[in-house]
């Protein structure tokens, strides 16, 4: 088993969708949990930081973290053609010595 | 524009060939990562750089040697590498040492193929 899963996808939503992207994980030690957005042919860019548990909003996005379920979410509201890109969630914890673990990444098409 | 620069964008070498991958930060960030990354995968972790020293090295074959001049750079010599190393190599940089947050930034990468 993965520390770290994620749906591949590909997932397609329209323009204007509610996208819901999600993770599950199996250390408890991860304290940390990142979003990153990359575009084809790019490099990752970091898009939420959540310590712990609970929810954290930025603009459209949101991102929640259910450390009693191993469980991180990410949904964008009013989802545009400019958010297609790959979704990588990654973890993190104070014992892991620096290293992320990522998530396989999910493939989102948002089209017009 | 991303502020970890990192040259050349493309690269295609031959399996004798040496080359060098190099990246740049100006963020005052004191640790510099390189991943790599193949098509449909997430990055995986070859080397971390705290203050200019390696302080991670994750088994990567020693085809790959990293160098860290100063704070500010980070360079990736290649040699005598195989076709299954054409992948995106990623440079990284945090601001805290060993990014136990997870907030690392990254360039664009670098597009290695090798013949």
């Known amino acids: 088993q993965k520390e770290v899963e994620q749906d591949p996808g590909p997932l397609s939503v329209p323009e204007g969708a509610i996208v819901s992207l999600n993770c599950t994980y199996s250390n408890s030690a991860f304290q940390y949990f990142m979003w990153y957005r990359q575009y084809s042919r790019k490099g990752p860019e970091l898009l939420m930081y959540?310590?712990?548990?609970g929810n954290k909003e930025d603009g459209r996005f949101t991102a929640q973290v259910d450390k009693s379920s191993k469980y991180i979410s990410l949904f964008i509201r009013d989802s545009q053609p400019s958010d297609s890109a790959t979704y990588l969630c990654?973890?993190?914890?104070?014992?892991?010595?620096?290293?992320?673990?990522f998530g396989q990444g999910t493939e989102l098409s948002v089209k017009p | 524009d991303t502020e970890v620069t990192q040259t050349p964008k493309h690269l295609v070498m031959g399996m004798t060939n040496k080359k060098s991958l190099k990246c740049e930060q100006h963020?005052?960030?004191?640790?510099m990562y390189w991943y790599k990354q193949k098509a449909k995968k997430p990055p995986e972790l070859m080397f971390v750089y705290s203050y200019e020293k390696l302080s991670i090295n994750e088994s990567v074959p020693s085809r790959f040697s990293p160098e860290c001049p100063n704070s500010s750079l980070l360079n990736l010599h290649l040699h005598a590498l195989q076709p299954e190393d054409s992948a995106l190599y990623l440079c990284a940089s945090s601001q805290r040492r060993l990014a136990n947050t997870g907030e690392l930034f990254f360039g664009e990468g670098s597009r290695l193929t090798v013949l």
């Open positions: 990654a973890m993190s914890g104070n014992n892991q010595g620096g290293k992320l673990i």
């Open positions: 959540t310590y712990s548990s």
């Open positions: 963020m005052g960030h004191r640790a």
